[in-house]
């Protein structure tokens, strides 16, 4: 399923609001605002401290950059090819905001202190956002939306985003969530799939997959399993799911050698493209 673009910044907030409804109780002790913390903010009530988490910055990782589909193979043998999804920084402006009447005893600061620490605390307890916190499209989200709680020191950015937004520096914590977001259709259908024409334009390219299994029964995936193609000398890796990806290969007869630490050695000879589209290899163990 495609994530809206116009819901995941929403269903991000309500995924916050519920962290922090997990650690603090329902209801929560204090007021939870999004609002531009600009001049003109104020605390929501007269007797409650606000929290506001205010996303000012949504770009893409391109660390965590990624062309290749991913490939889940389904019980009648055919495929669904997904296209990898985009990985999305959101970063937010948490700031605490004392109400009219700050706690007897102590001034406004204190109060806004205390609640920014309690937050801290509470965020930091989620690198990953968990799955029974994750709201509305962002459920079932892979992989795990994870996050970071303190930035590095960026004293001259901080200060240019408050000047920015017309707002006096005060204490706040920046802190950054980074989301996948589909933004293609999955298709499906069987493993092997035309890639289109060589440089040449006279051959049909093809692309192929498979995974590899171990010996048990009910059989399970062999991660980081060696796979060569012996005609070409490509090699190739199994994923966490001990699938394996060969794109670019003319038609053909191949033999495909799998290796594996505590495998015996396997082999299968294959035939591109096949009608099954099975190119699935199972290893004896040593």
Partial sequence: ?????????????????????????????????????????????????????YLYQINEDRELRNVEPILRRNADGSVDK??????????????????????????????????????????????????????????????LPYTTAILPDTSKATSDFWTAIGGELRPSLEYKVTVALPYQQPTSGPIITTMGLDLSGDQTLYSIGGSIW???TPPNPVASAWVRLSQTGQTYTSDENGRFLIERISSGNYTLTVRAVGFQEGSLAINVPAQSGNYDIHLQTL
Wanted: charged content about 15%; some cysteine; overall charge negative.
């Fill in 214 to 216: 171990d010996s048990n």
């Fill in 82 to 143: 997904i296209p990898a999804p985009v990985r999305v920084n959101l970063s937010y402006c948490i700031t605490a905001w004392s109400p009219a009447q700050p706690t007897p005893g102590g001034g406004p600061e204190l109060d806004e202190h205390t609640l920014l620490s309690l937050a801290l605390q509470a965020l930091l307890k989620y690198p990953l956002l968990l799955a029974p916190l994750l709201q509305g499209s962002l459920a079932g989200q892979e992989p």
């Fill in 1 to 53: 399923m495609i994530m809206s673009n116009l819901s995941v910044i929403s269903d991000l907030d309500r995924t916050l609001e519920q962290l922090f409804l997990v650690e603090f109780g329902n209801p929560l002790t204090f007021d939870l605002s999004f609002a531009l913390p600009n001049r003109d903010f104020r605390p929501l009530s007269q007797t409650r401290s606000t929290l506001n988490c």
